[in-house]
């Protein structure tokens, strides 16, 4: 009984403190210099911070889980009291204190602000510069944990110290993943100005329209399906020592009906709970976080915020208003605001990345997408099939007939003539959302120093679609091969390898108590 009390335990640990994204750094790269103005980067989560006594608190030195497997011991005598007592608030007073422990030197403060002394180095004053622009000659760093609408007037002080540095005009802006967001709200909150002082804002596998992985997190709509963890294993890890042993006992216990059996379990448990733990959890780790709310996309915000923070409304008054000001200003004007911009001059690029599945624990994990991002919201509106699959033939015909088959891949898998920005919306295969190579900095390069707005059709080397290949080179989807240079995917692959590991002891109980393979 202890086994499967603990495999349990387990899964819920990892899924329920589950929320995404990750911030590598940029690597510098030659290219020709047609349009030699600064760049301006805004990284992505990762940002070092630190308590008030100068140590580093954030990212983790240790991962969360295994500070919380830590407490199993602990953990497993209040679910085991839960189970016998039928009572689930024992359990969840003891998950919650000790996730809450773990978090307590991160999580902010009920109005979303660092009240307790955390902080991230100040800004460097930009050095002074001419020419030969990189993009790590001015890197813009930030509290990844606060209200981007709030840090945007740090960003604008930031672009005008370099303007001065450099004597330059205009600067480039790109930005990555959780940069975005923050990118987004200094163009919305500083829209006049941006006008003249961006000449170029790319936008790198983009979060600023939300996803699916935080959305549904902060909704609480996780789902545990045999299926979709199956076909993840089988056909979306990278090939490895452990990944095989992965994908043999997801096939047997798959084909068996016994990987059901160990997920049901899990969703069991997890919905007697998840009404009171979800929304405590979150509130104990990212919930207090402005940033991490920025990544609820609409569909979802009214849900999460319901969930999270009903009946809390004045307790987080000031963490409620930083997080409605960001969705309604900047979310779901965004679309308008970039359109405004780019038709005043301004030239945009969107980058995103395809055929990574997310981890197979939400309701939508099935959708196309680079591992911690779903497709439709990096590219701003591209038509997918699901993962696995491509697109149907009688859609494809409606495409033809349309006039907009050249937007079609020629994998079959992605309409881009639906983006908002169709001629300037780039899409890289099998380089899973966390990755970021020389020759991906070299396609940013290359659009940031042309005169005019790059579009796909301009460049041979740069079509719309792209395939990364395992010699970090990037060519077209048609000259490809198949399934060349497939990466891991990212985050997701080391989370999932974790549950399927909590599943797989699961399994073990479930055939002993059956007295399967005796």
């Known amino acids: 009984m202890n086994r499967k009390l603990k495999a ?41 911070i630190y308590n008030k006594n100068g140590k580093k608190i954030m990212p983790f030195s240790t991962d969360p889980e295994d500070l919380i497997m830590k407490e199993s011991d602990r953990l497993l005598a209040a679910f085991s009291s839960s189970v016998l007592q039928k009572n689930w608030d024992i359990y969840c007073d003891e998950l ?70 450099t004597g330059k005009s205009k600067v480039q802006l790109v930005s990555r993943c959780l940069g975005t967001n923050y990118a987004a709200a200094y163009l919305t909150r500083y829209k006049s100005e941006a006008k003249s002082k961006i000449d170029t ?49 997801v096939s047997v216990t798959y084909s068996m009906s016994i990987l059901s059996l160990g997920t049901n379990a899990v969703e069991s448990v997890y919905q007697q709970i998840a009404d009171r733990v979800v929304p405590e959890l979150i509130l104990a780790t990212y919930g207090t ?47 308008s605001t970039l359109l405004s911009l780019r ?7 969107i980058i995103a990345k395809y055929n990574t599945a997310l981890a197979p624990l939400f309701e939508s994990s099935n959708v196309q997408a680079d591992g ?4 439709s919201s990096l590219s701003f509106g591209a038509t997918a099939a699901d993962m696995g699959k491509t697109l149907s033939k009688a859609y494809l015909d409606d495409v033809s007939l349309s006039g907009a088959i050249d937007y079609v891949s020629d994998d079959l898998i992605i309409d881009s003539s ?53 010699n970090n080179t990037l060519t077209p989807i048609s000259a490809a091969t198949p399934g060349d ?34």
């Open 8 to 48: 349990v335990l387990s899964a819920l640990l990892v899924v329920l403190t589950l929320v995404t994204s990750v911030g590598l750094p940029l690597c510098a790269s030659a290219a020709t210099y047609e349009n030699d103005l600064p760049i301006v980067y805004v990284q992505g989560r990762d940002r070092t």
């Open 96 to 165: 919650v204190a000790v996730v809450s422990e773990v978090y307590k030197d991160v999580t902010l403060d009920n109005n979303g602000e660092a009240s307790d002394g955390s902080y991230v180095k100040a800004n460097a004053t930009p050095t002074a510069k001419t020419s030969n622009f990189g993009l790590n000659d001015y890197v813009f760093n930030y509290d990844s944990r606060l209200d981007p609408w709030t840090v945007a007037k740090e960003l604008r002080t930031y672009i005008n110290n370099v303007l001065k540095a």
């Open 201 to 249: 804002c790319v936008l790198y596998v983009p979060s600023a329209k939300g996803t699916i992985m935080v959305s549904e997190s902060f909704s609480g709509e996780f789902k545990f399906d045999p299926d979709l963890i199956n076909t993840y294993v089988n056909e979306y890890m990278e090939d490895s020592e452990m990944t095989e042993l992965l994908k043999a006992v």
């Open 289 to 335: 976080m402005p940033s991490y709310w920025s990544m609820v996309d609409d569909e979802h915000y009214d849900k999460a915020k319901s969930l999270v923070l009903s009946g809390k409304e004045e307790e987080y008054a000031g963490l409620i208003e930083k997080i409605d000001r960001y969705h309604n200003k900047v979310m779901i004007n965004l679309d």
């Open 343 to 349: 038709n005043s001059g301004m030239k945009v690029a």
């Open 372 to 375: 911690l991002v779903e497709l």
């Open 418 to 470: 639906t983006c908002l920005f169709p001629d300037n919306t780039w899409f890289i295969k099998d380089s899973p959302h966390g990755a970021f190579k020389s020759s991906m900095n070299n396609l940013i390069l290359t659009i940031v120093r042309q005169k005019k707005q790059m579009t796909v059709w301009d460049n041979e080397k740069y079509p719309q679609y792209l395939q990364y290949n395992s």
């Open 485 to 518: 240079g497939a990466e891991s995917s990212g985050g997701s692959t080391n989370i999932l390898s974790t549950i399927i590991n909590f599943f797989s002891k699961i399994i073990n109980v479930i055939k002993s108590l059956l007295g399967i393979g005796k």
